[in-house]
């Protein structure tokens, strides 16, 4: 579930659509929850569905550890890449502001730790990563780990409208990390090393 003060807008005709925030949301906040609508789909599952849906899946899906593709059912599936995002996924199933975002600017992911299936060069930002790679999670987990971490304090002190749909297990799995009693868990658990799982 994406965050409720977002709305879907178009871009620009290279990106298409995207989700843009309709009012402030200050870092730390979540910004998506996996939810009990969001659909998982197998291998066997995808294998059922026409060739032209399994496209459908590759641009609108992303991998899980598992190797399961999971399809949100609301806008969060129109989030787009950047390699400066403002949201930063965990480990946790839920994923984070990692910056103030104002009011007209995009909700976006860097797709590097989405397990994509085929690397692909993305729109140039200035930044010295210009493709993004199916194990970059392999290679830049920790520079993520770390932007959660500078964003913990945030995450305790903010309005948090998602909190709700995010499970009790794992929301108090997570309060023991905002609280210092428990070690943050790794977004590298969340990568699907497909070539190993051929």
């Known amino acids: 579930m994406i965050h409720p003060d977002t709305e879907l ?3 620009s005709d290279v990106i298409g659509y995207g989700v843009v925030a309709k009012k402030f949301i ?16 197998t291998p066997e599952d995808e294998n059922k569905i026409s060739p032209k849906m399994r496209d459908y899946l590759e641009t609108y899906c992303f991998t899980n ?14 989030v787009n890449h950047s390699f400066k995002p403002s949201c930063m996924s965990t480990a946790y199933d839920f994923e984070i502001a990692v910056r103030d975002i104002h009011p007209g600017e995009q909700l976006t992911d860097d797709y590097g730790y989405l397990n994509v299936s085929e690397p692909f060069e993305a729109e140039d930002e200035g930044t010295e990563r210009k493709v993004v790679y199916p194990d970059d999670l ?26 709700s ?34």
């Open 26 to 41: 200050p870092k730390g906040t979540i910004t998506w929850v996996q939810d009990d609508l969001d659909r998982i789909f």
């Open 65 to 78: 550890s598992r190797g399961y593709k999971v399809l949100c059912w609301d806008n969060a599936k129109f």
């Open 165 to 198: 749909f995010v499970p009790d297990t794992l929301w108090q799995e997570f309060s023991q990390v905002i609280d210092g009693k428990a070690e943050l868990k790794s977004l590298l658990t969340c990568y699907y090393d497909s070539q190993k799982n051929k």
């Open 138 to 163: 392999v290679h830049y987990y920790k520079l993520w780990d770390d932007l959660i971490r500078e964003n913990l304090s945030a995450i305790a002190n903010v309005e948090q409208p998602l909190q």
């Open 9 to 11: 807008r178009f871009i």
